[in-house]
């Protein structure tokens, strides 16, 4: 197959490419190849079952067209301080401009009006003067909540616009090599489970593989000598507590962007998405790592929120493969759980012991994870992060009194596999000619709306 220009992974970065070079009329052929299936065909077995079966080749939730960002909780972060390095690559105003640019898009393809974090001025300015006093910094950012079923319903739109106006989209398809002649990128080869492949040459190739890509594309950058390094990978845990216990933050801010600095160790420790009335959720990768994570609907509320708290981990000399030290902690969690998520509540931590499922059985806080196995989580997240995080929530305390309550629960492993930095310039062109990288695999963003940005910068590049 031959195509002008080759796109891998048809997660927003992916997507944006695509629709940003139709919405200014390029004429060029383009060609997505995606390792799932079609949005409207994403289904996770535990809707029905009610516990994860590890369905095979891959994971629903995190693979498909759309991503798994999508299929978490459909949060779009306004500001461009919030979702990566992106802006030191660009600059802060391009940053902005595109945001606010990708905004109008998803609003175009039915994104919800309403913009959760931006009224109550005075409220805000009480959680930021309790989050001063608790040595935390409160980063403003208005939140676009599409909901975890109303984005399926967004970019199915956007899949059928796609294909609509020419694109091509290869699903069941993942990328196992790139081409490389003189110096220069001049396709891919892929295939699928049963082994078949095929040959896609490109002028240009754009690999947007997403977090379950990061390794892979760490592999490539070896292979190839493509000009990385070492970024940060975080390590971390979901904490749910009762709606009541956060209600204020909930109604004022939607979603309480908070770091710290915790001592001892002083590592950078923050908040990520916050899921008013959501539910707990496990993510499989393809070497059956078991993974939490988030969900949050539109419609379909809970009693609880939950969210994650992340302790960011750097790695240089003479170690420098935080992915695989981030895989082995959540491993290890996963052998401890028999290969569910494990709980624990945060009293039990403070006194040294294991949960019971008799003791969540009689707390306030109810898991809505229902396969969560009750156990330890201290005997496989590392002493380092583990009192980071402890740190972390008595300082959250301060700002939600209730917050490091004996019940609130701990979920583990929760894992950012982000941490392959791939060096470019501001048109994302990497040292091998014709290969550019985008999103969450290359290590410049984070989260939804900032891969669309980096799709929509590269499409207008290669207009």
């Not at 945060?346 to 003791?359: A, H, M, P, S």
């Not at 969560?372 to 972390?392: K, S």
């Amino acid at each position: 197959m031959k195509k002008d220009v080759a796109i891998i992974g048809a997660g927003p970065a992916g997507i944006f490419t695509a629709l940003e070079m139709i919405k200014k009329g390029s004429g060029k052929s383009i060609v997505i190849v995606e390792k799932g299936q079609p949005v409207e065909k994403r289904h996770c077995p535990k809707d029905k079952t009610k516990k994860c079966v590890n369905c095979k080749p891959y994971c629903h939730i995190t693979t498909g067209f759309s991503g798994a960002g999508a299929f978490s909780d459909g949060k779009l972060s306004l500001c461009y301080e919030v979702g990566g390095d992106l802006p030191t690559l660009i600059g802060e105003d391009v940053a902005q401009e595109t945001i606010d640019y990708t905004d109008g898009i998803y609003l175009e393809f039915g994104a919800d009006t309403h913009i959760e974090g931006i009224s109550n001025s005075q409220e805000v300015k009480e959680i930021r003067m309790r989050a001063i006093q608790a040595g935390l910094k409160l980063v403003d950012c208005p939140i676009r909540h599409m909901g975890t079923e109303k984005a399926q319903s967004i970019y199915y739109a956007i899949e059928q616009y796609l294909l609509e106006n020419g694109v091509e989209i290869i699903f069941g398809y993942e990328c196992n090599d790139i081409i490389l002649e003189d110096g220069a990128c001049k396709g891919v080869h892929i295939r699928n489970s049963k082994g078949d492949t095929m040959t896609i040459e490109a002028d240009s190739t754009v690999i947007a593989t997403g977090r379950r890509g990061a390794e892979w594309l760490e592999k490539i950058c070896a292979e190839y000598d493509i000009a990385h390094q070492p970024g940060t990978v975080d390590i971390g845990v979901r904490v749910e507590v009762r709606n009541e216990i956060i209600e204020k933050v909930n109604e004022v801010l939607y979603e309480s962007k908070l770091i710290g600095y915790p001592g001892p160790f002083k590592n950078k420790v923050r908040t990520f998405c916050q899921n008013p009335g959501g539910f707990v959720s496990q993510e499989n990768y393809d070497n059956d790592l078991a993974v939490v994570n988030g969900h949050s609907y539109k419609d379909l509320k809970s009693n609880n929120t939950n969210l994650a708290i992340l302790v960011s981990h750097n790695f240089s000399y003479p170690f420098n493969q935080p992915i695989e030290y981030a895989r082995k902690v959540g491993e290890l969690t996963n052998m401890l759980g028999a290969g569910h998520i494990m709980v624990q509540r945060f009293g039990d931590i403070l006194d040294g012991k294991r949960t019971w499922e008799k003791e969540l059985s009689q707390s306030n806080v109810k898991p809505t994870l229902p396969d969560a196995v009750a156990g330890d989580i201290t005997a496989a997240m590392p002493y380092r992060a583990m009192m980071n995080i402890i740190n972390f929530i008595k300082a959250m305390d301060y700002v939600v009194p209730g917050f490091a309550s004996t019940e609130t629960l701990l979920y583990s492993p929760e894992l950012k596999f982000y941490s392959n930095r791939v060096k470019m310039d501001e048109n994302f062109n990497t040292n091998v000619k014709g290969l550019h990288c985008l999103g969450d695999s290359s290590g410049w963003t984070r989260g939804l709306m900032m891969a669309s940005v980096m799709g929509v910068l590269m499409g207008r590049k290669l207009v």
